[in-house]
């Protein structure tokens, strides 16, 4: 049973700076797409950042020009460097692996962006 193991999270003042990262535990094959979700109390899950097939990435509107995803398909690992953090980017924040057969998820690490 393939796992993610997420790390990274925390409690960062605004303005500060977390890196997330993410590995499986063993081996995904076929990897379409890698990213990153978040869920804040009485809110859906949504996308915060994706890596379309190692090369094309997209971001949520509310986190362009200030978080970076990155990985390696052929390692499954897949990172999430946050910048100038908001409160409102306080969240847990989910690891996302797909191939054509599975999707999987990490567990979920805390992010708080508070004074």
């Known amino acids: 049973q393939v796992q993610l193991v997420e790390s990274g999270g925390g409690l960062v003042q605004p303005g500060g700076s977390l890196r997330l990262s993410c590995a499986a535990s063993?081996?995904?094959?076929?990897?379409?797409?890698m990213g990153w979700y978040r869920q804040a109390p009485g809110k859906q899950r949504e996308l915060v950042a994706q890596?379309?097939?190692?090369?094309?990435?997209s971001y949520a509107d509310s986190v362009k020009g200030r978080f970076t995803i990155s990985g390696d398909t052929a390692k499954n690992t897949v990172y999430l460097q946050m910048n100038t953090l908001k409160p409102e980017d306080s969240a847990v924040y989910y690891c996302?692996?797909?191939?054509?057969?599975?999707?999987?998820w990490g567990q979920g690490t805390q992010v708080t962006v508070s004074s």
């Open positions: 996302n692996i797909n191939n054509v057969v599975k999707s999987y």
């Open positions: 063993g081996s995904i094959f076929g990897t379409v797409a």
């Open positions: 890596i379309i097939r190692g090369d094309v990435t």
